[in-house]
């Protein structure tokens, strides 16, 4: 089983590297996607520069900018500030948090060949 993570009107599934909106996906570049993974698997702990470009450069050394060039990203194809919804809050000197409610799922297969989506406690 492979963890799912729902918030407000989206759908993060990291082993499928999809994020949809209300079933529509969500186009974004990798580094984009691997730092909404970093943030969220964080689930609302503070992630650091340095691990967000662990997650998403594979060990490349970059520089900050680069971090917060792809959080902008995200904050822009999540719609932050838009209809109140507010996901990534920036943490002077500290790094990044994810602050949206989040559900963790496990995704099972159903021998028929259908999916459930099954809470995790």
Not at 29 to 48: C, K, N, P
Not at 89 to 112: H, K, L, M, P, W
Request: hydrophobic share 45%; aromatic share 6%.
């Amino acid at each position: 089983m492979k963890a799912v993570y729902l918030f407000g009107p989206y759908r993060l599934d990291p082993a499928r590297r999809s994020l949809l909106r209300h079933g529509a996906e969500v186009v974004l570049g990798s580094r984009a996607f691997d730092t909404l993974v970093a943030i969220v698997e964080g689930r609302g702990a503070i992630v650091s520069p340095r691990e967000i470009m662990a997650k998403a450069w594979g060990g490349l050394v970059v520089g900050d900018s680069n971090v917060r060039v792809q959080i902008a990203n995200l904050r822009k194809a999540l719609g932050c500030g838009k209809d109140g919804g507010r996901y990534i809050a920036s943490v002077a000197g500290r790094g990044y948090c994810f602050v949206a409610d989040i559900e963790q799922v496990r995704e099972t297969v159903r021998v028929a060949g259908g999916m459930d989506l099954v809470r995790v406690a």
